[in-house]
């Protein structure tokens, strides 16, 4: 099993719509979560952290639950710019800094 | 936010040739560099853990005499791909944590391309 698992999707979405997704996780004792964003042939960017209680950057709300071990992510408003590669990132406290990345999910957005 | 620049952005190469790659942190001082891989259509997978003046962690299954990496200055990681072969073909980033801050966020340097002939 994967420690990290997410739907590659992809996702299409007309533009304007919400769409939402999660993400799973193995490792009971990952402290850190993060979302990030990867375009075509790019280095993938930091989207958002994800927070216990949940947070809302603009568009963006991530969320985790820890019982259920998955975060997810939601977009409003989709713009025809949010089409990328969303990567859930997972950190282990014992794993140092370093992070486990999900296999992405593909999001498309169409006018 | 904090810059990371990797040289080359591509490279071509014929099979058997060795590839060095450049990351360096641009702004900051980075206590720690990974280097990743990512196969089409694929996630990153860390390759290794590199710390400045120390030996560099390597994953499972990454051969550490292949894939050769330097961390000199705490602005610099270095991965050499020695007798580089069709199947190393992949899409190479590195990564950088501040020695400040939230040691947690990593950023990213561009990638490299690589293409073994």
């Known amino acids: 099993r994967k420690e990290v698992e997410q739907d590659p999707g992809p996702f299409n979405v007309p533009e304007g719509a919400t769409v939402a997704f999660n993400c799973t996780y193995s490792?009971?004792?990952?402290?850190?979560f993060f979302w990030y964003r990867q375009d075509c042939r790019k280095e993938p960017k930091l989207l958002m952290s994800?927070?216990?209680s949940g947070n809302e950057d603009g568009r963006f709300t991530a969320q985790l639950n820890r019982a259920s071990q998955y975060i997810s992510l939601l977009i409003r408003d989709s713009k025809l710019s949010d089409s990328a590669t969303y990567l859930c990132?997972?950190?282990?406290?014992?794993?140092?800094?370093?992070?486990?990345f999900g296999g992405g999910t593909r999001v498309l957005v169409k006018p | 936010g904090a810059v990371v620049s990797q040289h080359p952005s591509r490279v071509i190469c014929k099979s058997g040739t060795s590839v060095k790659i450049e990351c360096r942190s641009l702004?900051?001082?980075?206590?720690?560099m990974f280097w990743y891989r990512q196969f089409p259509k694929q996630s990153l997978m860390l390759m290794a853990t590199?710390?400045?003046?120390?030996?560099?962690?390597?994953e499972q299954g990454v051969e550490k005499d292949k894939f050769l990496i330097n961390h000199a200055s705490l602005t610099l990681s270095t991965l050499t791909v020695t007798s580089a072969h069709p199947e190393d073909s992949s899409f190479y980033i590195c990564?950088?944590?501040?020695?400040?801050?939230?040691?947690?966020?990593?950023?990213f340097g561009p990638g490299t391309r690589l293409t073994v002939l």
């Open positions: 994800v927070y216990s």
């Open positions: 990564s950088a944590t501040t020695t400040s801050g939230d040691v947690n966020t990593q950023y």
């Open positions: 490792n009971s004792a990952s402290q850190s």
């Open positions: 590199s710390n400045e003046g120390s030996k560099a962690t390597y």
């Open positions: 702004d900051f001082q980075a206590t720690t």
């Open positions: 990132v997972v950190n282990a406290k014992a794993a140092g800094n370093k992070l486990t």
